[in-house]
Each structure stands twice: as C-alpha cells, then as structure tokens.
C-alpha cells in the first residue's frame, strides 16, 4: 500500500506520475499497489496514523509514506519494496537553500551492508517502506484513540514528543519507537528524491555524504 497523508487534499502532479510509474514497475514483477490518500487531517501524525489503520485492516504485506509533495522514481520504488528489510527509506532532500537530508545519523562512519543500505538513528517518513509485522508489533504496543475522521480507533504510532527538552517529529518518534522494539531503520542512500514548493529540489543523499565530511545533523525535524 502507497500511503500520501496529503493534508492540504492535493498532491503534486510529479507525485501522481511516480505513482503510477511505481504502478507500473510493480505489475512487471507480479506485484500489486494500492494507492491511499488521506486528505484534510489537521496533522501529519493522525494522517499517518489513520493509513495505519487502513493498511492493518487490509490484506497488503508492506505499507510505504510518501510525501504528496514528491516526486521518485517507479523502479527505485519496486526496489526499495523488494529489500528483505522490515523497515527501509530514502533520505529526502529538504527545502530549502543548504543541502540537507531527512534522516539523522547513527555514527559519525557510514558502513553499508551488502545490499548498500545504511543503519541510522532516524529516518522521515517522507519514503518509508515499513513491513506489516512491524506495524502490527507497533500497534499492539501503542494506545488506541478515536480519530474524528475515522469510525474505528487507531494506533497512536507516530506522535510529537518532547524528549529532554527537545521536540521530536512524528517520524523521528516512529523511529525511536521501533529501535525500542527491537527494529533497525536502514535506509538506501543511493536512490534519488525530488521535494517540490516554490521551486523544485533535487537530492542523491549517497552523493551528499560523499561531498560532506560531516553529514550527520543535529536537526530533530525530520521533514519539511
């Protein structure tokens, strides 16, 4: 399941393209995509948290977020689906002007694994690809609340918290959540991202740690 928690009720035109390339790469193989929107949530987090909903009560095996205001490409999609990994992403470029990621650093050393995917603290949930029985753990391990939008409750998964002081994004959260459990977030660096506003922004994080001695950063706001 592709998950766009589009809180304006809209997505980019580039987004739907991606979708439907995404589509398209996955039939190839013999693989199916369901594609959910959640529009007009007054947050990220209960639109996130409401797809989870939807995703455990369907019969799809992997859920991936994705920004409704991105563009990817369909083959990457279908690869980052195919990892044997129960959670992986892609490090999006942010807006803005200095080249940044979203995604936060383990070790000051990258070291990839065999299939080039490296462990990190946290990852956005911009594009993220999460297997269902991390979703189902995480459920069984978070509060359930009813959500104004929704007739049945949901997990409360992703959420804001403050954590000595500092305020965590909901995707960060997510990640903390899941390392407690036992989970390692990977992500892939070598897969392109474009972040699209005012202006468009293109990204290779693999490319960017090659150019940046210290590309871990501080920043604990995930997206943007």
Same mark, same amino acid.
């Given at each position: 399941?592709?998950?766009?928690?589009?809180?304006?009720?809209?997505?980019?035109?580039?987004?739907?393209?991606?979708?439907?390339?995404?589509?398209?790469?996955?039939? $190839?193989?013999?693989?199916? =995509? #369901?594609?959910?929107?959640?529009? %007009?949530?007054?947050?990220?987090?209960?639109?996130? &948290? /409401? @797809?989870?909903?939807?995703?455990?009560?369907?019969?799809?095996?992997?859920?991936?977020?994705?920004?409704?205001?991105?563009?990817?490409?369909?083959?990457?999609?279908?690869?980052?689906?195919?990892?044997?990994?129960?959670?992986?992403?892609?490090?999006?470029?942010?807006?803005?002007?200095?080249?940044?990621?979203?995604?936060?650093?383990?070790?000051?050393?990258?070291? $990839?694994?065999?299939?080039? =995917? #490296?462990?990190?603290?946290?990852? %956005?949930?911009?594009?993220?690809?999460?297997?269902? &029985? /991390? @979703?189902?753990?995480?459920?069984?391990?978070?509060?359930?609340?009813?959500c104004a939008q929704r007739v049945k409750?949901?997990?409360?998964?992703?959420?804001?918290?403050?954590?000595?002081?500092?305020?965590?994004?909901?995707?960060?959260?997510?990640?903390?959540?899941?390392?407690?459990?036992?989970?390692?977030?990977?992500?892939?660096?070598?897969?392109?991202?474009e972040h699209i506003g005012k202006k468009?922004?293109?990204?290779?994080?693999?490319?960017?740690?090659?150019?940046?001695?210290?590309?871990?950063?501080?920043?604990?706001?995930?997206?943007?």
């Amino acid at each position: 399941m592709l998950g766009v928690p589009a809180r304006s009720g809209t997505v980019e035109l580039a987004t739907l393209y991606a979708a439907m390339d995404s589509l398209t790469a996955l039939l $190839a193989r013999g693989d199916v =995509l #369901v594609v959910q929107g959640m529009p %007009g949530l007054p947050s990220v987090e209960m639109a996130c &948290n /409401v @797809l989870v909903a939807m995703f455990l009560d369907s019969d799809c095996t992997d859920l991936v977020l994705m920004g409704d205001d991105q563009g990817w490409d369909g083959t990457e999609f279908a690869k980052l689906c195919a990892y044997d990994a129960d959670i992986v992403g892609v490090g999006v470029i942010m807006k803005g002007e200095t080249e940044r990621y979203t995604c936060i650093l383990d070790a000051d050393e990258i070291q $990839a694994d065999a299939n080039g =995917l #490296v462990e990190v603290f946290t990852v %956005g949930s911009g594009y993220l690809r999460i297997r269902r &029985n /991390v @979703l189902e753990h995480m459920a069984n391990a978070s509060e359930w609340y009813h959500c104004a939008q929704r007739v049945k409750t949901v997990p409360r998964i992703f959420e804001r918290r403050v954590i000595d002081g500092v305020e965590w994004s909901e995707d960060n959260t997510f990640c903390l959540k899941a390392k407690e459990l036992g989970y390692k977030i990977l992500v892939d660096p070598e897969m392109h991202t474009e972040h699209i506003g005012k202006k468009s922004w293109h990204g290779h994080m693999g490319d960017y740690w090659r150019a940046c001695n210290t590309p871990n950063d501080d920043n604990h706001e995930a997206t943007s």
